[in-house]
């Protein structure tokens, strides 16, 4: 395990010097961000930008006045985009174990702080493991959200990295994060491969093995919000891979002790205000869950639950309680998580 985590501050600390150095597209993002997120890039220091290493969007939306934690947070590009989301009452942490990338990302903090107007930093840098969040001095119960991006493959006890994420959130609280997931386990011999598991391929989990991992850490209905296919244009590595397949898959766990495992018909029922800013006509809670303003919509359970009992409660009105129960709830299965198809794939941001 030691082993590893040197190989990995190594490959991001030493061997890659900004995002261009990458072999694959695997920590890459895939889909340009929205347009609220690219005026802020731009705002973002050119140095923090070209250490990016991130494989999606890890920012949701809601996030003025909260606390957020990012695992793994690099040169802090998406630290420093929250920092702005949140205003001078939020805060940001950043935790990484690569003293390269933490060099980078506090060396610009003084020049977010004046550029966002604020009259003290909103964010740090701690340096440490995600795997051993329970040694950093972290504050139990403490957090809003916390935020990861293409990161927890690299960990090589993901559970540890769930487990201790559920107890950091606060209860409603949420873990929005972007990784790399294979269609099958990825057998040792590649994962020995240090550039394949520094390039967040042979670190990836089997989507299933996931979802285990999720609900044993108490994230009880995992939500993928998006996912794409990844490709592996070097041949070198695609050789190695031979049939693997890879996807960039963007999830959400809400910190919810009462979700159910599987989506039960209480007959309830939610309607959309409109008011999530640059949402003003649809909010997408994930990939199957889109709430057009003003429309009454019937939803299961744990969906009643992960907008009333979130921060996202404000912005909905909601229909019925947990008095009785009607059932499964239909229309909300399905088997694989994601897919090949995906959608037509954007160069990295």
């Known amino acids: 395990m030691v082993k590893k985590h040197q190989e990995i501050q190594d490959y ?25 997120i690219r005026v802020i890039m731009k705002d973002i220091h050119e140095e923090v930008l070209a250490k990016y290493y991130g494989c999606g969007l890890t920012i949701p939306n809601e996030l003025e006045g909260i606390k957020v934690l990012d695992l793994g947070s690099g040169s802090g590009r998406d630290c420093y985009i929250v920092s702005k989301l949140v205003g001078d009452k939020g805060k940001v942490i950043g935790v990484d174990m690569t003293d390269e990338q933490l060099a980078v990302a506090n060396r610009h903090i003084d020049y977010h702080t004046k550029t966002f107007g604020y ?10 493991n995600i ?3 329970d040694e950093l001095n972290l504050e139990e119960g403490s957090f809003d959200l916390i935020i990861s991006n293409c990161v ?25 994060f972007s990784d790399i997931y294979c269609d099958r386990r990825v057998e040792e011999q590649l994962q020995n491969d240090p550039v394949l598991w520094g390039e967040c391929l042979s670190g990836a989990m089997y989507w299933n093995d996931f979802l285990v991992a999720a609900k044993k850490a108490g994230f009880l209905d995992p939500r993928a919000v998006e996912n794409k296919p990844v490709t592996v244009e070097n041949p070198e590595l695609g050789e190695k891979l031979g049939d693997h397949k890879f996807f960039s898959v963007t999830y959400r766990l809400f910190k919810l002790p009462n979700l159910e495992s599987d989506c039960e018909d209480y007959g309830q029922a939610i309607a959309y205000k409109g008011t999530i800013e640059g949402k003003p006509n649809t909010y997408h809670l994930d990939d199957h869950h889109p709430f057009p303003k003003g429309k009454v919509m019937p939803v299961c359970g744990n969906t009643f639950m992960m907008l009333k009992d979130t921060r996202l409660a404000k912005h909905f009105d909601f229909y019925g309680t947990f008095d009785k129960h009607y059932g499964i709830f239909e229309g909300c299965g399905g088997a694989m998580p994601f897919s090949e198809e995906g959608s037509d794939a954007a160069s990295c941001c």
């Not at 009259?119 to 440490?128: Q, R, Y």
């Not at 090589?156 to 959130?169: E, G, H, I, S």
């Open 119 to 128: 009259k003290s930093p909103n964010v740090e840098f701690v340096k440490g």
């Open 152 to 176: 927890i493959n690299l960990a090589t006890d993901k559970l540890k990295v769930f487990k201790d994420a559920y107890a950091l959130l606060k209860p409603g609280g949420e873990m929005y």
């Open 131 to 133: 795997e051993r969040l």
């Open 12 to 36: 991001y600390g030493k061997e890659l010097s900004e995002t261009e150095d990458l072999k694959t597209n695997a920590c890459c993002t895939l889909v340009p961000p929205p347009a609220h």
